[in-house]
């Protein structure tokens, strides 16, 4: 009888796509708590990157190291859509501008105009190197394209790019000519089934997914399972890969997600045998904006999601309306947490908050324009 009962859980588990080895593996409040302490960053030094002009948002930020100096991927929209750009930083504060990663297309293609970029197999051990490491010679980023103007418009994918050059010197990456994922594929799920957005590509050196890359990604789709379509939503999900091109969605399900509202962008660090999935949630019901969060995992598959109190939320002039999308890193005992702020003019610029009270930024937005006044 046990022999059978081990048969039947055994053809339950492999049909739903989860090896063996990655079952649940709670982590407990107390865990969770000792993570919140350890990354909290009550002090914000305010923006450290804002963009030349009230028609230009900043947005997304990925930071990287090389040897003494830190990089800084980032997105720039313009009216048109998304282009990826670069910029570097000796001390996490302070930054200068070095050029595009990923541009317009000058021809039709599947992304001719939305090119949103994101580094993918990073150093993600908490406190550690934060390099990026190559693949088969190469260095990667995962991107969502598309071929429409506009904020966001159109049908977004989610593709790939790589470059054999160094990736903290300002040059065109190449793209793979498909994308990897579309929200018309036969086999998208209910909650992805509109728009694909940002997506993560960690290395899994311990195969707990049962492959060596897994990618983090978020997406719009119905509102349920039942394709009710009132209401904007976002959620995380999966996908495997054993050799960066060719990839595959793993589990139905979003393994992070909430009742309402966006839960997206994830950001991954591991802190000795627990992962750590920081990420943004928006338009929740009992919560106001944009706001950065975290969950934890032991397997990468099963997220156990902070209940407390918000990493970032909006509290300043500069990230009145919006704080959210992270990137949070610790360096020399000071935990830095990246994101994008939003003021309530819709400037949309880069900020950073720390463990350890640094000062404060004299960086600001351009003044907004002024329109003429109105007659008594």
């Known amino acids: 009888m046990e022999k059978h009962l081990y048969i039947i859980l055994l053809f339950i588990l492999l049909g739903k796509g989860v090896p063996l080895y990655a079952q649940a593996v709670a982590v407990t409040p107390e865990e969770m708590e000792s993570i919140y302490r350890e990354v909290k960053t009550p002090y914000k030094y305010g923006l450290v990157m804002v963009p030349p002009s009230n028609d230009k948002k900043m947005d997304c930020p990925t930071v990287f190291r090389k040897g003494d100096k830190w990089y800084m991927t980032y997105l720039i929209f313009d009216g048109r859509g998304y282009e990826t750009w670069l910029a570097s930083s000796n001390d996490l504060l302070k930054w200068t501008t070095l050029g595009k990663l990923m541009s317009f297309s000058d021809r039709e293609t599947w992304d001719a105009h939305q090119k949103a970029g994101y580094n993918a197999l990073q150093d993600i051990t908490w406190g550690g190197t934060y390099e990026l ?12 394209g598309g071929d429409g103007r506009g904020y966001e418009a159109g049908n977004l994918s989610i593709g790939m790019a790589y470059t054999k050059g160094k990736p903290w010197i300002a040059h065109e990456w190449t793209r793979m000519e498909k994308p990897l994922f579309t929200a018309k594929d036969a086999d998208v799920r209910w909650w992805e089934n509109r728009k694909l957005f940002k997506s993560t590509v960690i290395e899994d050196k311990k195969r707990l997914s049962g492959h060596r890359f ?14 009710l379509k009132t209401r904007w939503f ?8 054993d050799d960066m091109v060719h990839w595959k969605r793993y589990l139905q399900e979003p393994i992070v997600h909430h009742p309402v509202g966006i839960t997206g962008d994830a950001v991954i660090q591991q ?22 969060r975290f969950a934890a995992s032991k397997d990468l598959v099963h997220w156990t999601d902070w209940e407390g109190e918000n990493l970032i939320e909006p509290s300043e002039p500069f990230d009145a309306l919006y704080a959210h999308k992270s990137f949070v890193l610790k360096h020399e005992g000071v935990v830095y947490h990246f994101y994008c702020a939003v003021n309530k003019d819709e400037q949309r ?28």
């Open 133 to 144: 490491k190559k693949y088969k010679g190469k260095y990667w980023m995962s991107y969502f």
């Open 234 to 241: 976002e959620r995380i999900g999966m996908a495997v890969s």
């Open 271 to 292: 802190m000795d045998d627990t992962y750590v999935m920081f990420y943004f949630g928006a338009f929740w019901q009992d919560r106001k904006g944009a706001f950065n």
């Open 349 to 376: 610029g880069i900020a950073v908050a720390t463990s350890k009270d640094l000062g404060k930024s004299g960086l600001q937005f351009v003044a907004p324009p002024v329109g003429p006044k109105k007659q008594p």
């Open 214 to 227: 897994v990618m983090y990604y978020n997406a719009n789709g119905d509102s349920a399972q039942n394709n």
